[in-house]
């Protein structure tokens, strides 16, 4: 590392001091969504293969996990598979499946984060899905950060199994299509999400410039805030992150109101 370099460094961390300091901590978002993008452009600039790529981006993540702590965050989401993904050719798909295990035993093992799968569990392969089960089940009495593991997740998809969940609920109570038809209501839809009983996201967080939600959590992001930044996730840094929480901490959330 050259000279210029170190000196970027340095001020780049008394400037991620600066905003800590001034941050006020019951502004920060309980609940983060982020949309983890731009592995693979940052694996082409590195001049590294995108198996890398998705590996740097995976050890990226305990970190930024390590700043929700920090900030008091309660609930994040972190989008590591999309229902899309499924279409990658298969020398992508295979080692991100393998690195997406990885992380999930990983976070597991941490002991400071309960972890909890939202996704189409059927979608995925029998070993993913016994990984997802144990770290569940590992991390159940766990009072730390609430890690949603989105792996297989579409937001289409979500509510399809949302309704599909409601109405075999309802049959299996004897309800009839017209006692069904009389009780939806956006709350009874909310119950059979992946998430049901937490909150929904205050802040959405998406790396790599895109600005776009690509279907992710649809439902619960109706009254989300959004934070676009440009930096590949793999080089995702503090200060992206107070940036963030400085942003979301400046607006005024209206609700509709």
């Not at 920060?28 to 590195?46: C, L, T």
């Not at 016994?130 to 569940?136: D, G, H, I, R, Y």
């Not at 959590?217 to 107070?242: G, I, N």
Request: charged letters at 30%.
């Amino acid at each position: 590392m050259n000279l210029r370099d170190k000196l970027r460094g340095m001020l780049v961390r008394l400037y991620a001091r600066r905003v800590e300091g001034h941050l006020d901590h019951a502004q920060v978002p309980k609940h983060i969504g982020v949309i983890m993008d731009g592995n693979r452009r940052w694996a082409k600039a590195a001049g590294s293969t995108t198996a890398q790529g998705h590996r740097a981006g995976a050890d990226k993540i305990e970190e930024f996990l390590g700043w929700c702590a920090e900030t008091d965050v309660e609930v994040v989401t972190l989008w590591l598979l999309s229902t899309d993904n499924f279409d990658r050719p298969k020398e992508e798909l295979v080692p991100l499946l393998g690195i997406i295990e990885d992380v999930v035993r990983s976070l597991a093992a941490d002991g400071r984060w309960r972890v909890h799968h939202v996704g189409a569990l059927d979608l995925l392969p029998p070993q993913m899905q016994t990984v997802l089960k144990e770290a569940e089940e590992a991390t159940a009495r766990i009072d730390g950060i609430l890690v949603n593991v989105a792996i297989g997740y579409g937001g289409r998809q979500e509510i399809a199994d949302a309704v599909r969940s409601m109405l075999l609920d309802a049959h299996d109570k004897g309800a009839s299509v017209e006692d069904l038809a009389e009780s939806v209501d956006i709350d009874l839809i909310g119950r059979h999400l992946y998430t049901s009983d937490q909150p929904d996201p205050d802040l959405v967080i998406r790396t790599s410039g895109e600005q776009r939600l690509s279907g992710f959590m649809l439902w619960q992001t109706a009254h989300s805030e959004y934070y676009f930044c440009e930096v590949f996730w793999p080089a995702f840094r503090k200060v992206d992150f107070l940036r963030a929480l400085r942003d979301y901490a400046a607006r005024h959330r209206r609700y509709g109101g």
